[in-house]
């Protein structure tokens, strides 16, 4: 039997999985198609990294590990929902509860060296570079973007007056200090630190290269960037805007807290000057954001004073952007509350301002620190100021191509990157000695490197001319000129375009604020470009674009062509996921949309078709996009508010919308035969499984879990229809 698996993550959408699950086996098991589950959730990763210390029956298979080995086999059709990329507080959290439900944890600030080793390797992106063993193809589908046309959301108006803008750091940073070689043979590389006194320190040894990979390395110097954020802080106060940072610290799960740190002391330095050994001796020294100080000085000596002290700082200072102005969530409070590639493209869209302490919208000096990536925001940023805000009616479309397979540019690789702790000089050295890249350091900087291996390089190039074929539009290579890295990879580029056929096809390289122009330009006229990145500007790109074009990223469909012949579905960006759950838990209302699900789940069954030759997958997989369309036209997705279809009504019609389909497709007799009936039966039912649904909204319920949720309650809480519940159970097993 053909098999697709299918991902078991976090939060909202491991909530609608619940819902959503039982009426994909139904479906499928009926066009011989077998769904099988994965766990990948954060806490499910946190046992498995503890397997060999847990009693036999806590015990959890290492999915994870599974599936990356079952991405590099032709065989692999894998769908991939949005997982928790792990902050500290988050890890924190989740073994809390663990705990709670009788784990045997340690906690990760008592961990002992190897226990530590075993969360960290939990923390930050830890899913998707080990499932990506292809590149990303990843677009607005035609059905989402006629609705976006016709359905237009909501866009803030900007002036030619704003005073938003975006800060960030001229030198000094990751990008004006990067070195970048193309490795000549393969090699075992060391990265060392040579202090002032020539003593060596190994920070990593055993790094195995292979012949043509592109290695970076570079280094964030912590005096500029103190005094780069001094001065913003100082800005946003002359200038009279909200002062945020942007950040991604769940993924680069090393730099980013530390830089996030830094940006908290930055805008409270009284409070560190006068309290700083006290709060480092607690373990508050800022990375883990504003609301972990605030929450550690309940046991410290001089806890009142310090808090008093922070106060008076936050009304010293200027406005901080907020998270939720209602509950006192500022910018700072919690480091993977505000993600750049969301956060940014947020801050556009409402006319380029954020939410402040007195809960209105307000101009805001956007902090990026390192400027690799930040000049896109600010040619958005500059664009909509002369020109306005974007038309969702008119604009064009940016899909993307992006080079991430094999951990391409994996977001500084945590596993090398330090926070260097003495002076000296960080080396990445051969097997022979030879020193590839050298960098002067000093107590505080965070230096880091990253790896490209050639393979994906080819297959990127090789995708983004079959996507400029297939889809007849422009690509643009996000390539900078200025950087190290960018232009090792514009000479192989340019080599690899050699090997394919190219006639008639507009393929360019522009450094990203050019691409940037060229593409806001393009989509202004309604045209369509195709942005060609590397791994950080894909994540970026995919959520900025995306969110100006239909409302959000979770609408796109993400395809990972696997570079062995398999298949790799992601089904949309979780960032709105907590948020989403805490409603649930107050009002039984899940607005979650598993758009994003269907749409991956049509593109697996079509691929499960061709590569096993299943043809009733196919017929399985047109009908679904031909009923997510409907679902589309009717305005069934989930709304906002208690009392209209929330998730599971979304479910409910799409089952009534894919039945239909099925019914009345030509292709399959025998599969139009046995949907007829419960087809009928759906519509007749409609307004019964609706009802149902609906009246269960309005009370809070228990989950009995955030991180690892009960599974007989959830299942209760998301099936709630026992009408549409009968139905499906008949489908599934037609005998019974």
Known sequence: MAKIIYTLTDEAPLLATHSLLPI????????????????????GRILAAFNDVLPDAQRVPDALAELGELAKTPEANIIKLPNISASVP??????????????????YADADADAKARYDAVKGSAVNPVLREGNSDRRAPLAVKNYARKHPHSMGAWSADSKTEIATMARDDFRSNEQSVVMPEADTLRIQLVDTAGDVTVLKDDLKVLQGEVVDATVLRAASLDAFLADQVARAKEMGVLFSVHLKATMMKVSDPVIFGHVVRAFFPKTFATYGEELNA???????????????????EKGDEIKASIGAELADGPALAMVNSDKGITNLHVPSDVIVDASMPAMIRIG???????????????????????GVYQAVVDDCKVNGAYDPVTMGSVPNVGLMAQAAEEYGSHNKTFEITQNGKVQVVTASGEVLMEHDVAPGDIWRACQTKDAPIRDWVKLAVTRARVSGTPAI???????AHDRNLIALVKKYLEDHDTEGLDISIMSPVEATKASVERIRRG????SVTGNVLRDYNTDLFPILEVGTSAKMLSVVPLMNGGGLFETGAGGSAPKHV??????NYLRWDSLGEFLALAESLQHLARSTGNARAGVLGAALDAATGTLLNEDKSPARRVGQTDNRGSHAWLAVFWAEELAKQTDDAELAAAFGPVATELRAQADAIAAELIDVQGSPVDLGGYYRPDAGKTDAVMRPSTTLNGIITRLASPGA
């Open 90 to 107: 988050q890890l924190e959290a989740a073994i809390a509860e663990l705990n709670a439900q009788g784990y045997d944890l340690p906690s």
């Open 24 to 43: 994909i086996e139904a479906f499928t098991s009926a066009a011989g198609v077998e769904v099988e589950t994965r766990d990948i959730s954060l806490a």
């Open 527 to 530: 045209e369509d470009t195709i």
């Open 282 to 300: 607690a373990g508050l020294n800022g990375n883990n954001g504003l609301g972990a100080i605030l929450a550690g000085l309940e046991g410290l």
């Open 582 to 587: 805490q409603q649930l838990l107050q009002e």
């Open 352 to 374: 380029g301002k954020m939410w402040g302490p007195d809960g209105k919208e307000a101009d805001t000096l956007a902090v990026i620190p390192d400027s690799s990536y930040a």
């Open 477 to 483: 290579f996000w390539l900078d000129d200025e950087r």
